[in-house]
């Protein structure tokens, strides 16, 4: 059996010797760079994890097809700097900013290309289906950021849009992972589909986590300074609670009008020209969502997601070594400081 030692060599080994073409040097060393700046290669270890249920070995069958999840994953982060005008990305000058927009564009575009070049050496036997999964779960991926960016422009969104954005934008990518490894390790359909429910379910706790910890999270560990969500409006799971719940609870006179739905728009509109307008805003809005409680509901609703996911996980019939591996990793990438 595949322990978690074993993962993590795997993992360790696979992307200090990933290489890309040489030249043109402008085109193809972002891409050393955003892969060089590490990550907790949270996809890529879900693929080789979910094979490792089903096999005792690893083989280069499966080592390809896991290294093109993170360089999709990296992919969509360049594109995302230059959209979102980021200058940080895993506490490093992201790829936009080292460079320049048309460089972080075009390096991007190679890198989404690279993806699907390893994608095909997934065994012949099933490379169909599994070029058919990842194909479409990167176009859900552009469908998430679309919305995502759709919603820059609405002052609201509901509970269900939000959920259905990250769904996409974040979600299908980590079910493809779990999916795509049991697939390659000539597991059942049935086993296959749970996997990916699994890691649907677990990708929506990782994206609200991703949200909590934009507001609560240590800069040092986050990578990126706390607040960015809050400065630039950015519908997330706590916003849209909090929208929604101050709505309700100011409607029914159980909670002070200073703290609902229009004392948060108005925190909203808050200016943030400079980093002492920035601080007020992050301080008025947080304190907000603690008269409501959002701090509390966001912990509740990332514990529901991950209860869900491990439903699953034990629906598989999987020997109690082999769950308990599967729940680690559960644990491991939602116990981010939170």
Known sequence: MINE????????????????????AGLYDPLRYMIGIGGKRVRPRLCLTAYSLFQDSFDDR???????????????LIHDDIMDNSDMRRGMPTVCRKWD??????????????????????PAEVLPQAMELFTGTAAQVCEGQQYDMEFENE??????????MIGLKTAVLIACSAKLGALIAGADSRSCDLLYKFGYDL???????????DTYGDPAVFGKKIGGD???????WLLTRALEKGEEL?????????FGKAALLRAMEMKTGNEADKSAKIAKVTEIYEALGIDEDVKYEIIKLHAQAMNYAGMIGLSKVRYEMLHRYADRLLGRNR
């Open 5 to 24: 030692n074993q993962i993590e060599e795997t993992l360790a080994s696979l992307f200090e010797n990933i290489s890309f073409n040489a030249e043109p």
């Open 62 to 76: 499966i080592l390809e097809p896991a290294a093109a999840l993170e360089v999709f994953h990296s992919f969509t």
């Open 155 to 164: 002052k609201t969104v509901s509970m269900e849009s939000y959920m259905k």
């Open 230 to 236: 809050i400065i630039n409006n950015k519908k997330t």
């Open 101 to 122: 927009d048309n460089t972080a564009i075009i390096s991007g575009d190679v890198m989404s290309i690279d993806s699907y070049r390893r994608i095909a050496k997934a």
């Open 203 to 213: 990708g929506l706790a990782f994206q609200i986590t991703d949200d909590y910890l």
């Open 250 to 258: 100011e409607a029914s006179g159980v909670i002070d009008p200073k």
